[in-house]
């Protein structure tokens, strides 16, 4: 029987200027930020804070922000210890740009009940904060207890007004893919995280 599954290098391009790797369908990258090894020890390590964090109580519900955070989500809830809920929220302010409109378009709210929860807010990526500026008020005003945000990156920008209490890496100023980040949706199967 032939082995299928894919080898541990498959985690890792190669390395160098301009990386090539077929899972690019012929576009290239500048370099890769944070190889596959390195996040998913940094999930381990966001679950394990945010287990201690939270009680049976606080009813946690994760929320996703989708789809740049869903990968991320997935890993995360696996490894987190207590009870939680999964729901997920679509909102854009990138469209197919690489930079931000300005503008936070809603395209779906969690259906379910959020008063008197806790609710942890997943998000891929901060830089200017415009998302989660106009998400989290909307979460309080939905009745949730607390609303704490999960970042996989962050960018420091100083016009960011909303704060992560967990941030697994502080991210580069350059456009980022991979590990569910896209641009004009390429990109997102990337088990790293590469400039472009």
């Not at 077929?22 to 090894?37: N, Q, T, Y």
């Not at 519900?61 to 939680?84: E, M, Q, Y």
Request: hydrophobic share 40%.
């Amino acid at each position: 029987m032939t082995d299928t599954r894919p080898s541990e290098s498959s985690d890792r391009p190669p390395t160098g200027s301009l990386v090539p790797d077929p899972r690019l369908g012929g576009h290239r990258i500048r370099g890769v930020v944070f190889d596959a090894h390195q996040i998913q020890a940094r999930v381990r390590e966001l679950a394990a804070e945010i287990s201690e964090a939270y009680g049976t109580e606080d009813r946690l519900l994760v929320l996703c922000l989708l789809k740049g955070a869903f990968l991320f989500t997935s890993d995360l809830v696996r490894h987190i210890t207590l009870p939680v809920q999964l729901d997920f929220m679509v909102a854009a302010s990138y469209g197919d740009a690489k930079e931000t409109s300005g503008e936070v378009t809603v395209r779906y709210d969690p259906p379910m009940d959020l008063t008197g929860r806790a609710v942890l807010l997943v998000e891929d990526i901060i830089d200017t904060g415009t998302t989660l500026a106009a998400l989290v008020p909307r979460l309080v005003e939905q009745g949730a207890a607390r609303v704490d945000v999960c970042a996989l990156l962050h960018k420091r920008e100083p016009t960011a007004v909303v704060e992560a209490r967990w941030v697994g890496f502080d991210a580069p100023n350059s456009f980022l893919v991979g590990y569910g980040l896209d641009h004009a949706e390429d990109f997102r199967q990337l088990p790293y995280i590469a400039s472009l």
